[in-house]
């Protein structure tokens, strides 16, 4: 169940990443768009997990998570589980 918060819960870098499709395409809800901007406003990995993506995409002209490489991504996942961790 879903407890309703007065203040919207932070985005965790993960729920980022799983949005960034959504961003791009301009799909996301304008409260979800706004966390999403104040979490990269203020964490540098998805920032430059958000500008790898816009650049991939550019580079193929396709929309999807899977033209990310897999191994650069599991790569940036990793180093937000150990910068998340370190908090
Ligand atoms: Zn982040």
């Known amino acids: 169940m879903r407890i309703p918060l007065l ?5 965790a870098c993960q729920e980022l990443v799983e949005l960034c499709t959504a961003y791009l395409e301009g799909s996301l809800s304008s409260r979800d768009r706004r966390r999403f901007e104040a979490h990269i ?3 540098p990995h998805c920032t430059a997990y958000l500008e790898q993506f816009r650049l991939t995409i ?3 002209g396709s929309l999807t998570e899977e033209t990310i ?4 991504r599991d790569e940036l996942l990793s180093v937000f589980r150990d ?5």
């Open 7 to 11: 203040t919207p819960k932070p985005l």
């Open 41 to 43: 406003g203020a964490c």
């Open 58 to 60: 550019e580079a193929t």
């Open 69 to 72: 490489d897999p191994a650069a």
């Open 83 to 87: 910068w998340n961790a370190a908090r």
